[in-house]
């Protein structure tokens, strides 16, 4: 049995450009010049575990709270479900697979994101920001979305769109799907597999030749 483990923002829900564009509201505010690269450290990351490489004496829950003070301001990216993302939760579910989300985020977003899905009732567990005291790229996350699921880290799938997310899965001992949502496909080639989006997949994942075999 292969359970399937998914990142939340940028692999199962497209919010990645609206939380670049956050990121860059918060940094503009306090004076810190960044550019593309910079904003792309916070992708996949908990946003406590970044700030303090800009802030190390700040106050970080107050930078998070004027993050979210942000939420509302016009302009701001939509956010959308990724395409295919409810149709291969659905057919993991259906096919009696286990499925767990893994997200740097905190419970109530990952909650609201799900039910915006449609899949919120098909997740057995979600593994959020404030259950590891340690963010991806460290493993930490996906080994105890494993453990809650009853199955070993080496009979899991992930589907993550990130450079941290897929490192964190593989430190893991999981195969991983690199979801070029929020990458160009080359970026993500360390990944066992590389899809352009969640659409048409296929459970459960057969006639794949993964880099590394796992099972």
Request: hydrophobic fraction near 45%; include cysteine.
């Amino acid at each position: 049995m292969r359970a399937a483990l998914f990142d939340l923002d940028g692999t199962l829900i497209d919010t990645e450009r609206r939380s670049i564009a956050l990121w860059a509201m918060l940094l503009d505010n306090h004076g810190v010049e960044h550019d593309t690269v910079v904003l792309r450290r916070f992708m996949g990351r908990r946003g406590a575990d970044v700030l303090p490489e800009f802030f190390p004496d700040a106050d970080v829950g107050a930078l998070l709270a004027e993050l979210r003070s942000y939420y509302d301001r016009p302009g701001l990216p939509d956010i959308v479900p990724v395409p295919g993302a409810a149709d291969l939760v659905r057919r993991v579910a259906g096919h009696g697979s286990p499925v767990g989300l893994v997200t740097s985020a905190n419970l109530a977003w990952a909650r609201e994101r799900l039910a915006q899905v449609g899949v919120i009732d098909l997740v057995q567990t979600i593994v959020s920001a404030e259950d590891v005291a340690v963010g991806k790229p460290d493993p930490a996350g996906f080994l105890e979305g494993a453990a809650r699921l009853g199955v070993e880290p080496g009979d899991c799938v992930a589907f993550e769109d990130s450079l941290a997310g897929i490192a964190a899965a593989q430190a893991a001992g999981m195969a991983c799907v690199g979801v070029a949502t929020t990458h160009r496909p080359d970026e993500l080639s360390h990944a066992d597999l590389v899809i352009s989006d969640l659409s048409g997949i296929d459970w459960p994942l057969t006639g794949i030749r993964w880099s590394r075999p796992r099972y």
